[in-house]
């Protein structure tokens, strides 16, 4: 099972949007509602920002949204902020002998 | 609070073993089902295994299945990852992860570890 392909780096301005896309087959990310997306800043661990496509955990902002077409999940950040700046990784369910899958990542940069 | 606390990591030799253990706190441990998630040092994220929260159902990654053993102590409040015939491709940061999922199991790792490291090399 191969990783979700997410692109290595998106920058963006204080203040805009940006979205980061990942990309799966028909075996993961198209069959099912289990896809999740991670925040990492250096040296830290991940952090759940959005579960199930869409959902939001308690806690995390509203500036963080997510969404899915077909074979591919998409992270919206809005108002882009300066502690937005980190690793993001999708997830999803394969279906598959291994059960999970991460993306590549994908680092932000906040210009 | 809850609390994930890994252990266990270090240098150890291609071929050898290795277990690590995550003591959980601030929160029912028997209800939530437990993930090993690993990063190669400068790599991504690496889903390694999955235990269900009432032991009854495992799984593994391809990259490990055969030579590591995910189990848990709910007595204790405690997973384990046991790791045999360890290769250079084994070294990563391992964390723990708690499943969001009461009672059930998904991908969906709401409280993670601070990781610990195991380096495999001569």
């Known amino acids: 099972q191969s990783a979700l392909t997410q692109p290595a780096s998106v920058s963006g301005s204080p203040g805009q949007s940006i979205t980061i896309s990942c990309t799966g087959t028909s075996s993961d990310i198209s069959g099912h509602n289990y896809v999740s997306w991670y925040q990492q800043h250096p040296g830290k661990a991940p952090k759940l920002m959005i579960y199930?496509?869409?959902n939001r955990p308690s806690g995390v902002s509203n500036r963080f949204s997510g969404s899915k077409s077909g074979n591919t999940a998409s992270l919206t950040i809005s108002g882009l902020q300066a502690e937005d700046e980190a690793d993001y990784y999708c997830s999803s369910y394969t279906g598959s002998s291994t059960l999970y899958v991460f993306g590549t990542g994908t680092k932000v940069t906040v210009l | 609070q809850v609390q994930l606390v890994e252990s266990g990591g270090g240098v150890v030799q291609p071929g050898r073993s290795l277990r690590l253990s995550c003591a959980v706190s601030?929160?029912?441990?028997?209800?939530?089902?437990m993930h090993w998630v690993r990063q190669a040092p400068g790599k991504g994220l690496e889903w390694v295994s999955l235990?269900?929260?009432?032991?009854?159902?495992?799984y593994y990654a391809d990259s490990v299945k055969g030579r590591f053993t995910i189990s848990r102590d709910n007595s204790k409040n405690t997973l384990f990852l046991q790791m045999n015939s360890l290769t250079a491709e084994d070294t990563a940061v391992y964390y723990c992860a708690r499943d969001m999922t009461l009672g059930s199991w998904g991908i969906d790792l709401d409280y993670w570890g601070q990781g610990t490291l195991v380096t495999v090399s001569s």
């Open positions: 235990i269900s929260f009432h032991g009854g159902n495992i």
């Open positions: 199930e496509v869409s």
């Open positions: 601030g929160f029912s441990f028997s209800s939530y089902s």
